[in-house]
């Protein structure tokens, strides 16, 4: 009952709006994401109390990723990856006069999408943070090797530069003391390091800084938004009817989408697109890529559809689904919270704040989409110079501000710099955040594990059937390309043999 | 883009070598049990720098035509050159006053008209002086 007292207060409901205007912003204006966004305003709700924090944070995930499919259905431009396949549709639609109908598909599914994901996640997260509660070292340190081969196997193009990156991550993650006897490692004389390397600052160097460098060199241009009249925007009772199946079925297949490290709402969207297509009856298939709402739904739905998925590895697990849930990994910690099975048993009131937060966000979404489609189009003619310049200064003061020191702006300058080379030589920057996240977690329970199973053995990473799946599930994903590239080479094979 | 890579993963491997031998300084007296401290930091570099070594010699052998993307331009130069300054100055001088001056030369360099971007700066670095000060309670 506090909880959701909690949960209606003025503050929350305060932040909760306050979270959904930016969100609006960041995910309408193309080039910034939500992922960028939640970084750099992190280090402003360290002062609020958790529940404050939080409903700002998670509204703006929730916002940030349905207000992405406005520039994709308006001006053929995704506000995000997320919303690549919303452009398949939505701009057609827009062409056809039906802006305003395809942005009310956009607002209804995205909102439906979240809510039912969320429902999956009250649902599934206490059973599976049950089961979790029995895993010890040796499981432990094989759920986060899963977790960073799923990040790196999907990530990225190449699974080398996943690799690399994900280590990179991983030795960041060794600086400071040892976390089994406290040993300084690479601190070098500075106090600053025996901490190790705040979190929060690279996050913001990375995908908020870097990105604006990014973006710099890119220079895209102004967004030249439409002119033309939004008109009816919500959909009619013939057209929610021929929604409701590629909606069912993409809720459904975006939560478990999302559930997959790595496996974001870019992969979620296009796979329901094509499922959707796929099931469609003859004479509507031929809609789909023209200005179907069967196909734009699909992918509204999925959009907001991963983030139950995400939420559920990351509560349940302490395994980030997408970037945007270990950026939320590091917010929780800095409340002092630690995601993964036992804050269901020491802090259930928080794991209830996030559920009921996820819920309200999501009608939120809907309200906003709704009320809000004739004024989208004025939000896209916003100068991104003005952006880029304002989150520098966000990002300078919300490092300053984590802990009041100097070092952490120089940890996130430079981690903004390493943000555009990788970004220019196309390494995934996904591995690098999760190796961090999952270091500390992967290397005490690797050496506690040792410790346990007798120090030279290894077997007991082996002999325990969750970590022995988790383990070749881990090895499977990191050398399925070269699997598949046997495969084909053994069928061409075969093709040639047949042939003489 | 091809010897770029090939220099970033020659200085990667440089910089894992050096942090491979500063693995051996680690203080392990305390360590009774287990495989000690340096054991992970050593198994991670040893990663990376195999990976490096890896790419630097798929970079070598690559026969793509080089790709021209660029990764400095002036204006990016510029701009990372006025951050570096916000960042230097930050403690030394009074913050609005670095926080205004940058942002409007940033809004020059990023060529936006000189009267809003004056007006531009002034506000959101008030802005921001305000929220983080006034609602934060944290000294700028």
């Keep these: 009952m506090g909880v959701v007292t909690d949960l209606f207060q003025i503050g929350t409901i305060f932040f909760i709006l306050l979270g959904s205007v930016l969100g609006l912003f960041i995910g309408a204006l193309p080039g910034l994401t939500a992922t960028m966004g939640i970084a750099i305003l992190t280090p402003l709700t360290f002062w609020l109390p958790p529940e404050q924090g939080l409903a ?18 308006l001006i053929n431009t995704p506000g995000t990856p997320a919303s690549m396949a919303t452009t398949f549709d939505g701009y057609p639609l827009t062409k056809q006069g039906k802006a305003g109908v395809a942005l009310g598909v956009n607002a209804i599914y995205s909102g439906l999408g979240g809510l039912i994901s969320t429902i999956f996640l009250i649902l599934l997260a206490q059973p599976i943070s049950t089961f979790a509660l029995s895993f010890g070292a040796a499981e432990y340190f094989a759920l986060s090797i899963f977790g960073l081969s799923m990040m790196i196997g999907i990530s ?49 160097g990375l995908f908020g800084v870097g990105e604006i460098f990014d973006q710099i060199l890119k220079k895209q241009e102004t967004v030249n938004a439409v002119q033309q009249k939004i008109g009816r925007v919500l959909p009619s009772r013939q057209e929610h009817r021929e929604m409701a199946k590629p909606f069912a079925m993409s809720s459904i297949l975006s939560t478990f989408i999302g559930a997959i490290p790595g496996a974001g709402g870019d992969i979620a969207s296009i796979v329901t697109w094509e499922q959707s297509k796929r099931f469609a009856k003859p004479d509507k298939k031929r809609e789909f890529n023209n ?22 590895t990351m509560l349940t ?38 559920f009921g937060l996820l819920l309200i966000s999501n009608v939120v979404v809907i309200i906003v989409g709704l009320f809000g489609a004739h004024i989208f189009s004025r939000i896209m003619r916003l100068k991104q110079e003005y952006i880029w310049t304002a989150v520098i200064l966000f990002s300078v003061v919300g490092s300053y501000a984590l802990n009041n020191t100097i070092f952490d702006v120089w940890v996130m ?88 | 883009m091809k010897n770029l890579r090939m220099i970033m993963n020659a200085f990667v491997l440089i910089v894992c070598s050096y942090l491979f031998w500063e693995t051996f300084q680690f203080n392990t007296n305390f360590n009774a049990q287990g ?53 230097g100055l930050f403690n030394s001088l009074p913050f609005l ?36 000060t006034q609602g934060f309670n944290i000294i700028l």
């Design chain 1, 156 to 204: 990225g193009k190449s699974v080398k530069k996943g690799l690399l990156t994900g280590f990179i991550g991983l030795f960041l993650a060794t600086i400071g003391l040892d976390p089994i006897v406290s040993t300084p490692r690479f601190t070098f004389d500075q106090s600053a390091l025996y901490e190790g390397i705040s979190f929060i600052p690279i996050m913001i």
């Design chain 1, 291 to 312: 200005g179907s709402l069967s196909g734009l739904a699909a992918t509204c739905t999925a959009n907001n559809g991963v983030i139950g998925g995400a939420f559920t």
């Design chain 1, 56 to 73: 700002m944070l998670i509204s703006i995930y929730c916002t940030g990723l349905f207000a992405s499919g406005i520039p994709a259905i």
């Design chain 2, 97 to 132: 006053l670095v926080a205004i001056v940058t942002l409007f030369l940033m809004s020059l360099i990023l060529k936006l008209k000189l009267v809003s971007s004056l007006v531009f700066s002034v506000t959101i670095s008030l802005a921001v002086y305000l929220i983080f």
């Design chain 1, 413 to 500: 300058f430079v981690s903004g710099l390493v943000g555009l080379l990788f970004r220019r030589l196309d390494y995934p920057l996904g591995p690098l955040i999760l190796g961090l996240i999952l270091g500390p977690m992967a290397e005490s329970n690797f050496r506690r594990a040792l410790v346990i199973g007798g120090e030279t053995s290894y077997s007991v990473f082996f002999t325990n059937p969750i970590s022995l799946i988790l383990l070749s599930l881990a090895v499977l994903t990191l050398f399925s390309p070269l699997i598949k590239r046997l495969l084909i080479i053994l069928r061409q094979k075969g093709g040639d043999n047949h042939q003489t």
């Design chain 2, 35 to 87: 495989l000690g401290p340096a054991f992970f930091p050593r198994a991670t570099l040893l990663c990376i720098a195999f990976l490096n070594i890896v790419e630097i010699v798929s970079a070598f052998k690559s026969k793509q035509p080089q790709e021209q993307h660029s990764i400095m331009s002036k204006q990016l130069l510029l701009f990372i050159t006025a951050i570096l300054c916000f960042v």
């Design chain 1, 317 to 354: 697990l302490g395994l980030p689904g997408d970037a945007v849930t270990a950026i939320l990994i590091g917010s929780l910690m800095m409340y002092g919270l630690q995601p993964g099975p036992n804050l269901f048993v020491e802090n259930p009131d928080i794991v209830t704040t996030i």
